[in-house]
């Protein structure tokens, strides 16, 4: 099975600064949807810098489908694909179908494959009718389907979310994990969530937990909202409600992330 694999990772921007990850250990399977949690500055960003090869560790292993990031091979940027919070970060073709087709140019793809696959992404998130429009004229959720299109096109093992719907009305956040997860099923997509909105976490079925850098928990999503006193000190707060089922005497459901609350970042 393919995975993504930390092993006992260190991170310091310089030889001589406090380090910004320590001995994190983890692996994602493809398949799996799990959520990185830890307050501002507990390191989920240089995680996921760390998954998709964009910084090497300072000490320690980081392997996507058995390939060492530090080879610095390229196939490791389409295995592992990022979606920001801000869309217009990742779009920069004029037109949807510039866009679309950046990523397949860049890595010299025939241009029959490229083009048999920028209109089947399209027609997957509903963008077909708009190939030959400017992005200009993309409303917010439109331009955000855009940028999952131009990472979901490389058709990566795994996809690193961070807070990508934040911007999105609730409508468009439905459909937006509606498609995540039909491509979850079919491709065996894995998909790792930086700080999920509250609304989120109930799609969620493991945790990773960041607290100054370590990886404090790793497990099931209902098992970390078990202990709601050692949750709240890790800067992680429990969605209302799995906080309304604790207070009122019921039990966590195995693999529910509740409705309401969230985490910090």
């Given at each position: 099975m393919t995975r993504l694999t930390f092993d006992r990772v260190d991170y310091?921007?310089?030889?001589?600064?406090?380090?910004?990850?320590?001995?994190?250990?983890?692996?994602?399977?493809?398949g799996e949807v799990a959520g990185l949690f830890g307050r501002n500055g507990a390191?989920?960003?240089?995680?996921?810098?760390?998954a998709a090869g964009l910084v090497l560790p300072t000490a320690g292993r980081?392997?996507?489908?058995g390939i060492c990031t530090s080879t610095r091979d390229p196939d490791i940027q389409r295995?592992?694909?990022?979606?920001?919070?801000?869309?217009?970060?990742?779009?920069v073709g004029v037109t949807v179908e510039e866009d679309l087709a950046f990523g397949p140019?860049?890595?010299?793809?025939e241009p029959a494959v490229m083009r048999t696959r920028v209109r089947s992404t399209a027609e997957r998130l509903g963008l077909a009718p708009w190939l030959r429009r400017p992005v200009a004229e993309l409303s917010g959720g439109m331009r955000q389907k855009l940028a999952l299109g131009g990472v979901l096109i490389m058709e990566p093992d795994f996809l690193l979310l961070d807070e990508p719907t934040s911007q999105l009305d609730p409508w468009a956040r439905r459909e937006f994990w509606e498609i995540l997860l039909d491509l979850r099923r079919e491709r065996g997509l894995g998909i790792l969530v930086v700080s999920p909105r509250p609304a989120e976490t109930d799609?969620?079925?493991?945790?990773?937990?960041l607290e100054a850098g370590r990886l404090v928990f790793d497990g099931p999503i209902a098992d970390l909202w078990a202990a709601p006193d050692r949750v709240a000190a890790w800067g992680v707060r429990v969605p209302e409600g799995i906080r309304w089922r604790?207070?009122?005497?019921?039990?966590?459901?195995?693999?529910s992330g509740g409705n309401?609350?969230?985490?910090?970042r």
């Open positions: 310091r921007s310089t030889p001589t600064a406090s380090p910004i990850l320590g001995e994190v250990s983890f692996s994602l399977a493809a390191g989920k960003s240089t995680l996921t810098r760390l980081v392997e996507v489908a295995r592992v694909g990022i979606l920001f919070q801000d869309a217009d970060r990742q779009i140019e860049n890595l010299g793809m799609r969620l079925e493991r945790a990773l937990v604790q207070a009122a005497g019921f039990s966590v459901p195995a693999g309401g609350g969230g985490a910090g």
